[in-house]
């Protein structure tokens, strides 16, 4: 008798921290705000690599109002928006900026990441803060509510934002 007690006191401990376990990796979870609009991800949330908080990259973009083009081949992914375009390459550490107007594109600049673009359940994640500083949005991090914060140049407080589907 007292070895089944034992077994159920052990077996409860057990779920006990189980569940536990899973609250904590809930309550991690990374939220991101565009103009203090929280955004859902679909299909894979955002995520922390070696201190970078990577998001999918057509779902930000698109959210940016930029538009994303994926190249299967090659693993790259072009986000475009106005006159800026920004190519990556997947596990590559690098982003490409080129200047585009009308027909012209034209290289700007190349910026050494210290994280490389990944791809997580089929999705290409890409890091938050270069993509939107590329395209002129303000980024902030608040570590202590895991909330990535970015605001649009045209962004006034109190001015609506609808976001498109």
Do not use: C
């Amino acid at each position: 008798m007292r070895l089944v007690k034992k077994f159920f006191v052990v077996m409860f401990a057990l779920l006990f921290l189980m569940q536990s376990f899973a609250f904590a990796a809930e309550e991690r979870k990374i939220s991101v705000t565009i103009n203090d609009v929280p955004l859902v991800f679909w299909q894979q949330d955002p995520v922390i690599i070696n201190g970078y908080t990577l998001v999918p990259v057509k779902e930000i973009s698109e959210k940016l109002g930029a538009r994303v083009n994926w190249n299967q081949q090659e693993k790259k992914v072009t986000i475009i928006k106005d006159n800026v375009a920004a190519a990556m390459v997947n596990n590559v550490n690098m982003i490409s900026i080129y200047d585009v107007n009308g027909d012209s594109v034209t290289l700007s600049r190349n910026v050494l990441l210290d994280t490389s673009v990944t791809i997580i359940n089929g999705k290409t994640m890409v890091p938050v803060r270069v993509v939107a500083e590329t395209f002129g949005v303000k980024v902030e991090w608040h570590p202590r509510s895991r909330t990535v914060r970015l605001y649009t140049q045209d962004y006034s407080v109190g001015k609506p934002v609808i976001l498109g589907e």
